[in-house]
């Protein structure tokens, strides 16, 4: 497996390159930083992008959208942000819509990316078609859950008491070990947010 982050954007939004070492095919994860800086480390490693899942539809997981031309994979419930421009300009005027082809995905999907089999967790609350990607020892979070703390839910769609939910039945369950890449600052374990956010816990 190769993992790659690249961060950046105005919100500094995590970008992760996630690609199987055999066959070298891969799939972004949020592409909310400068297209060319994601082209540049798939050119660098000789990857053959198979898909972009976006965790949400936020425009600083989007900013690049626009300028890559592969598939798009996204909650049903969070394609209106996606093209919605009143909503974007409230967060970033200027941010463009994004019109183009969608293929929507819910916890009945598994995506392959060569020998690696992604799994998906609707984890609503930041937004109500947020999800969370779980693929080996892996979870790429988005907005859902961060390193000692959990994501805003003030913005439309968004649900204080449905981000709780999310968190304790569908994150806190898992094996501690597990790495929690999330779409901000740092990354962190599973066992290490039981520990710090005793809240998180019935």
Excluded: W
Excluded at 38 to 57: D, M, P, R, S, Y
Excluded at 82 to 95: A, E, R
Excluded at 132 to 151: A, E, P
């Amino acid at each position: 497996m190769i993992l790659k982050k690249i961060t950046g954007g105005q919100l500094e939004t995590n970008c992760y390159i996630l690609a199987c070492k055999k066959t070298k095919k891969c799939l972004i994860v949020d592409p909310g930083v400068d297209a060319g800086q994601i082209e540049q480390e798939i050119n660098k490693l000789n990857l053959k992008v198979t898909a972009i899942i976006l965790t949400h539809g936020h425009f600083d997981h989007i900013a690049a959208l626009n300028d890559l031309s592969y598939p798009v994979y996204i909650h049903k419930d969070d394609a209106f942000l996606l093209n919605s421009q009143d909503i974007l300009s409230y967060f970033s005027p200027g941010t463009k819509t994004y019109s183009g082809p969608l293929n929507f995905i819910d916890e009945q999907s598994k995506i392959n990316v060569g020998d690696l089999t992604v799994e998906i967790l609707h984890t609503p609350g930041h937004s109500p078609g947020g999800i969370c990607l779980k693929v080996n020892g892996l979870l790429f979070s988005g907005d859902t859950l961060f390193c000692r703390g959990i994501g805003r839910t003030d913005l439309p769609g968004g649900s204080y008491e449905k981000i709780m939910h999310s968190i304790r039945n569908k994150i806190m369950v898992l094996p501690g070990a597990i790495r929690v890449l999330p779409g901000h600052g740092p990354e962190t374990t599973i066992g290490k947010e039981k520990e710090a956010g005793g809240y998180f816990v019935d």
